[in-house]
Structures are given as structure tokens and as C-alpha cells.
């Protein structure tokens, strides 16, 4: 592959190149690559080897899965998510890379069927730019998304010589969801009664009434969704 270009910008690395396939050989490690050819590349923080941390901050698994990314290349490196920095990863050698946010970007693991999208978006008064999972996707109506978190939560040292100190630890943090009506953004509604108050849609409220809508069931808020995309 031949490098056109390679310089720094706001401190990220980017790299143009004739053929938009994956870099396998650059001295800043591997790239995904646009359509244009221009490749977004960040070196992710390492951790100091003293820093000990329980737990993983990656929300599917810590290994490297294989994904689709709509509009680029189909060479590409496989990548994983990381719920705490919320930035999407990607090996090359024994280093490891974030690749740049784009708004619009679509990325689907295809083995554990999950797409995430990268958003520019305003909820609750902030704006928020990130990876949300995608639900359901109806731009003309309503789409439903989920928002991931991992919190690192501080050890505690022990307060005798008798039991360890506790390191600091990962944890998953409660999955917020959030729906979409064409460009508003708003929190899902905790039950039924919020849900009717927040629509007064007569449909919609015989709906919910004529079927057991569990509020805590991923699958049960997307079967809603999907219902008043029928509307």
C-alpha cells in the first residue's frame, strides 16, 4: 500500500492512502479506513503495569470481534467496545488504537448481532457525542437506542493487616435508553402510566393495556417501539 500523506492534526495521526483497505504496516499501527482513503488513528492511554484494576471496562468481552462499518471499507481490523472511555478499539501488534468518532458512523458486530452508532445529540439539556446501540432505527418516526456505561469505582485499602486491599474495579453501570423522535431525544419512560402520560395516544394506551409490557425487558420496550412505528 502506498502512503500519500501523513501528518498530525489536534492530536490525532491521520493517514491518506491510494487504496481504501487497512493499513497493516504503518509505524502508528493499523487504521480503518473512509471511503476518501483518509484514516482517523488515536493511541489509546495505556495503563502502568503498578496500575492494578479489577474487572474489564469492555461490555461484550474483551476479546477483538469482527465487524461491518456502513460506508467504509470491507477490510476491516476487528474491533471492540470499551463502555468506560466509550471508544471503539482495534489491535495492530501488541498495540492498542481507538479509532476517531464520526457522527453518522454505523458499526455492526455481526457476530453477536449489535449495531452501534455514533451520534451527535442533545438529552436531557446536554449534548452528547458518543456510541449508542441501535434498537430499533426509524428515522421518519421513532428509534430506540441504548446507552452502555462501565463506571471505575475506587478499592479500599484494607483497614488491618488481616484482610487484602481492594483494588480499583470496573462495574457495569445500570443501561440508560433513550428514544428518538426524529431529531428530539428523550428518556424511555420508567412504566406503563409515564408512557401514557407522555404520548396520550388512545393506541397506544389500549396497546399497553391489551398486552404485558415489561418496562425493565429490552426485547419487550423494542416490541413498543416497533408497534408505534406502525401507527
Known sequence: MIIKKFYFLGGLAIISFTSPLFSQNTSVGGAVNTNNGRVFLSPKRTINPSEIIDGSPYYNGDDFKKVSISGYSNNVQDLRYNSYSDEMEFLNGNEVFTISKEAGMIINFTGINKIYECINYNWEGRNKFGYLVQLVN???????????RTELLKGEKSPNGITKDR???YT???DTYILKNKEAYMSFPKNKKEFINKFNNSQ??????QNDINFKKESDLIKLISYMNTL
Open 138 to 148: 426509524n428515522p421518519e418516526k421513532y428509534s430506540l437506542y441504548k446507552k452502555e
Open 167 to 169: 483494588n480499583d474495579y
Open 172 to 174: 457495569k453501570d445500570k
Open 204 to 209: 397506544i394506551e389500549s396497546y399497553l393495556k
